[in-house]
């Protein structure tokens, strides 16, 4: 699959660029990014073929990979899907449900195959125990911790679009990733804010079960991590630690694209899915702003 990559950032030079280069069932055809300086010296890091016309990048590949800021990146969907690439996309999808919802319905008239990369989807201890724990049913309630140290360390991740956003929409992604495919539909979120960045939801499941999370990049380093616990029928559960970084894991994020463009049986983490992150984001987004519970 001749892949192109959108975006020469640091996510897209510490790991996009990399996997593609190395991936056995990939051939890294091309760069294109807002600043083509950059994507001419990415690309000539990885003998890739850097482009200035997005169009043509387009025109020459069967897929792309996607490393920009959110706003960016799904009007870019919107772009390559009518062009008739497979999308392999980061999280968050979009930053306003119509931008997400446009660049399903692109995808879905294309006939192309998606994948959002919520990176703990892609990890294999994490995915086994999602799958499992979706399977047992019967959970009570559920939480999830996603506590990053972005603005309180020297991180090239302090982006503006992060600024903007914070950790509801850079880190929010992941903890939804886990409690969506195991408790089921949000129906009500609540959202309150913490110190910093932070911000705290409660949200109701259509299964009955309820969830919270804590969000945060302005967590101190020595308290950044990750984690999720159920409490349920079946006892006391956590998410298992990942044992490889977001290379590996991006790797099967590309042999998961691959498969869905090649049976065209769309992959849990695809832009629908994404979708549906984007919708609980907006709606924990206009909590805040009401100092109420939302209902979806």
């Not at 020469?8 to 083509?36: I, N, Q, S, Y």
């Not at 998961?256 to 983490?269: E, F, R, S």
């Not at 629908?272 to 907006?282: K, P, Y």
Request: proline share 6%; aromatic share 6%; charged share 20%.
């Amino acid at each position: 699959m001749r892949f192109g990559l959108l975006g020469t950032g640091p996510w897209a030079t510490a790991v996009h660029a990399p996997v593609l280069h190395a991936h056995p069932g990939v051939e890294f055809a091309g760069v294109w990014g807002r600043r083509p300086e950059a994507a001419a010296e990415l690309a000539g890091r990885f003998d890739a073929r850097p482009y200035e016309d997005l169009d043509a990048l387009l025109a020459e590949v069967d897929a792309v990979a996607v490393a920009l800021p959110p706003a960016v990146q799904s009007r870019l969907a919107v772009r390559a899907a009518e062009a008739g690439c497979h999308l392999l996309l980061d999280k968050p999808l979009a930053i306003t449900v119509p931008d997400a919802r446009a660049a399903v319905e692109a995808a879905e008239a294309a006939r192309v195959a998606s994948v959002v990369f919520f990176t703990t989807r892609f990890g294999v201890e994490q995915s086994a125990w999602i799958d499992e724990q979706a399977a047992v049913g019967g959970w009570f309630t559920g939480r999830a911790d996603w506590l990053g140290a972005v603005f309180t360390s020297d991180s090239p991740f302090a982006t503006p679009w992060r600024r903007e956003k914070g950790a509801l929409w850079d880190v929010g992604p992941h903890a939804l990733s886990v409690l969506l495919p195991v408790l089921g539909e949000i129906a009500s979120v609540t959202a309150v804010r913490g110190p910093g960045d932070t911000v705290h939801l409660v949200c109701g499941h259509a299964s009955g079960a309820s969830s919270t999370a804590t969000l945060s990049l302005t967590a101190p380093p020595a308290a950044s991590g990750s984690t999720a616990e159920l409490r349920g029928a079946s006892g006391v559960t956590v998410l298992p630690e990942r044992n490889d970084g977001p290379a590996a894991a991006l790797h099967r994020a590309v042999d998961a694209l691959q498969q869905a463009a090649a049976t065209g049986i769309a992959h849990p983490c695809d832009a629908a899915f994404g979708l549906r992150v984007v919708e609980v984001l907006a709606a924990a987004e206009q909590s805040l702003d009401k100092g109420a519970a939302v209902l979806l």
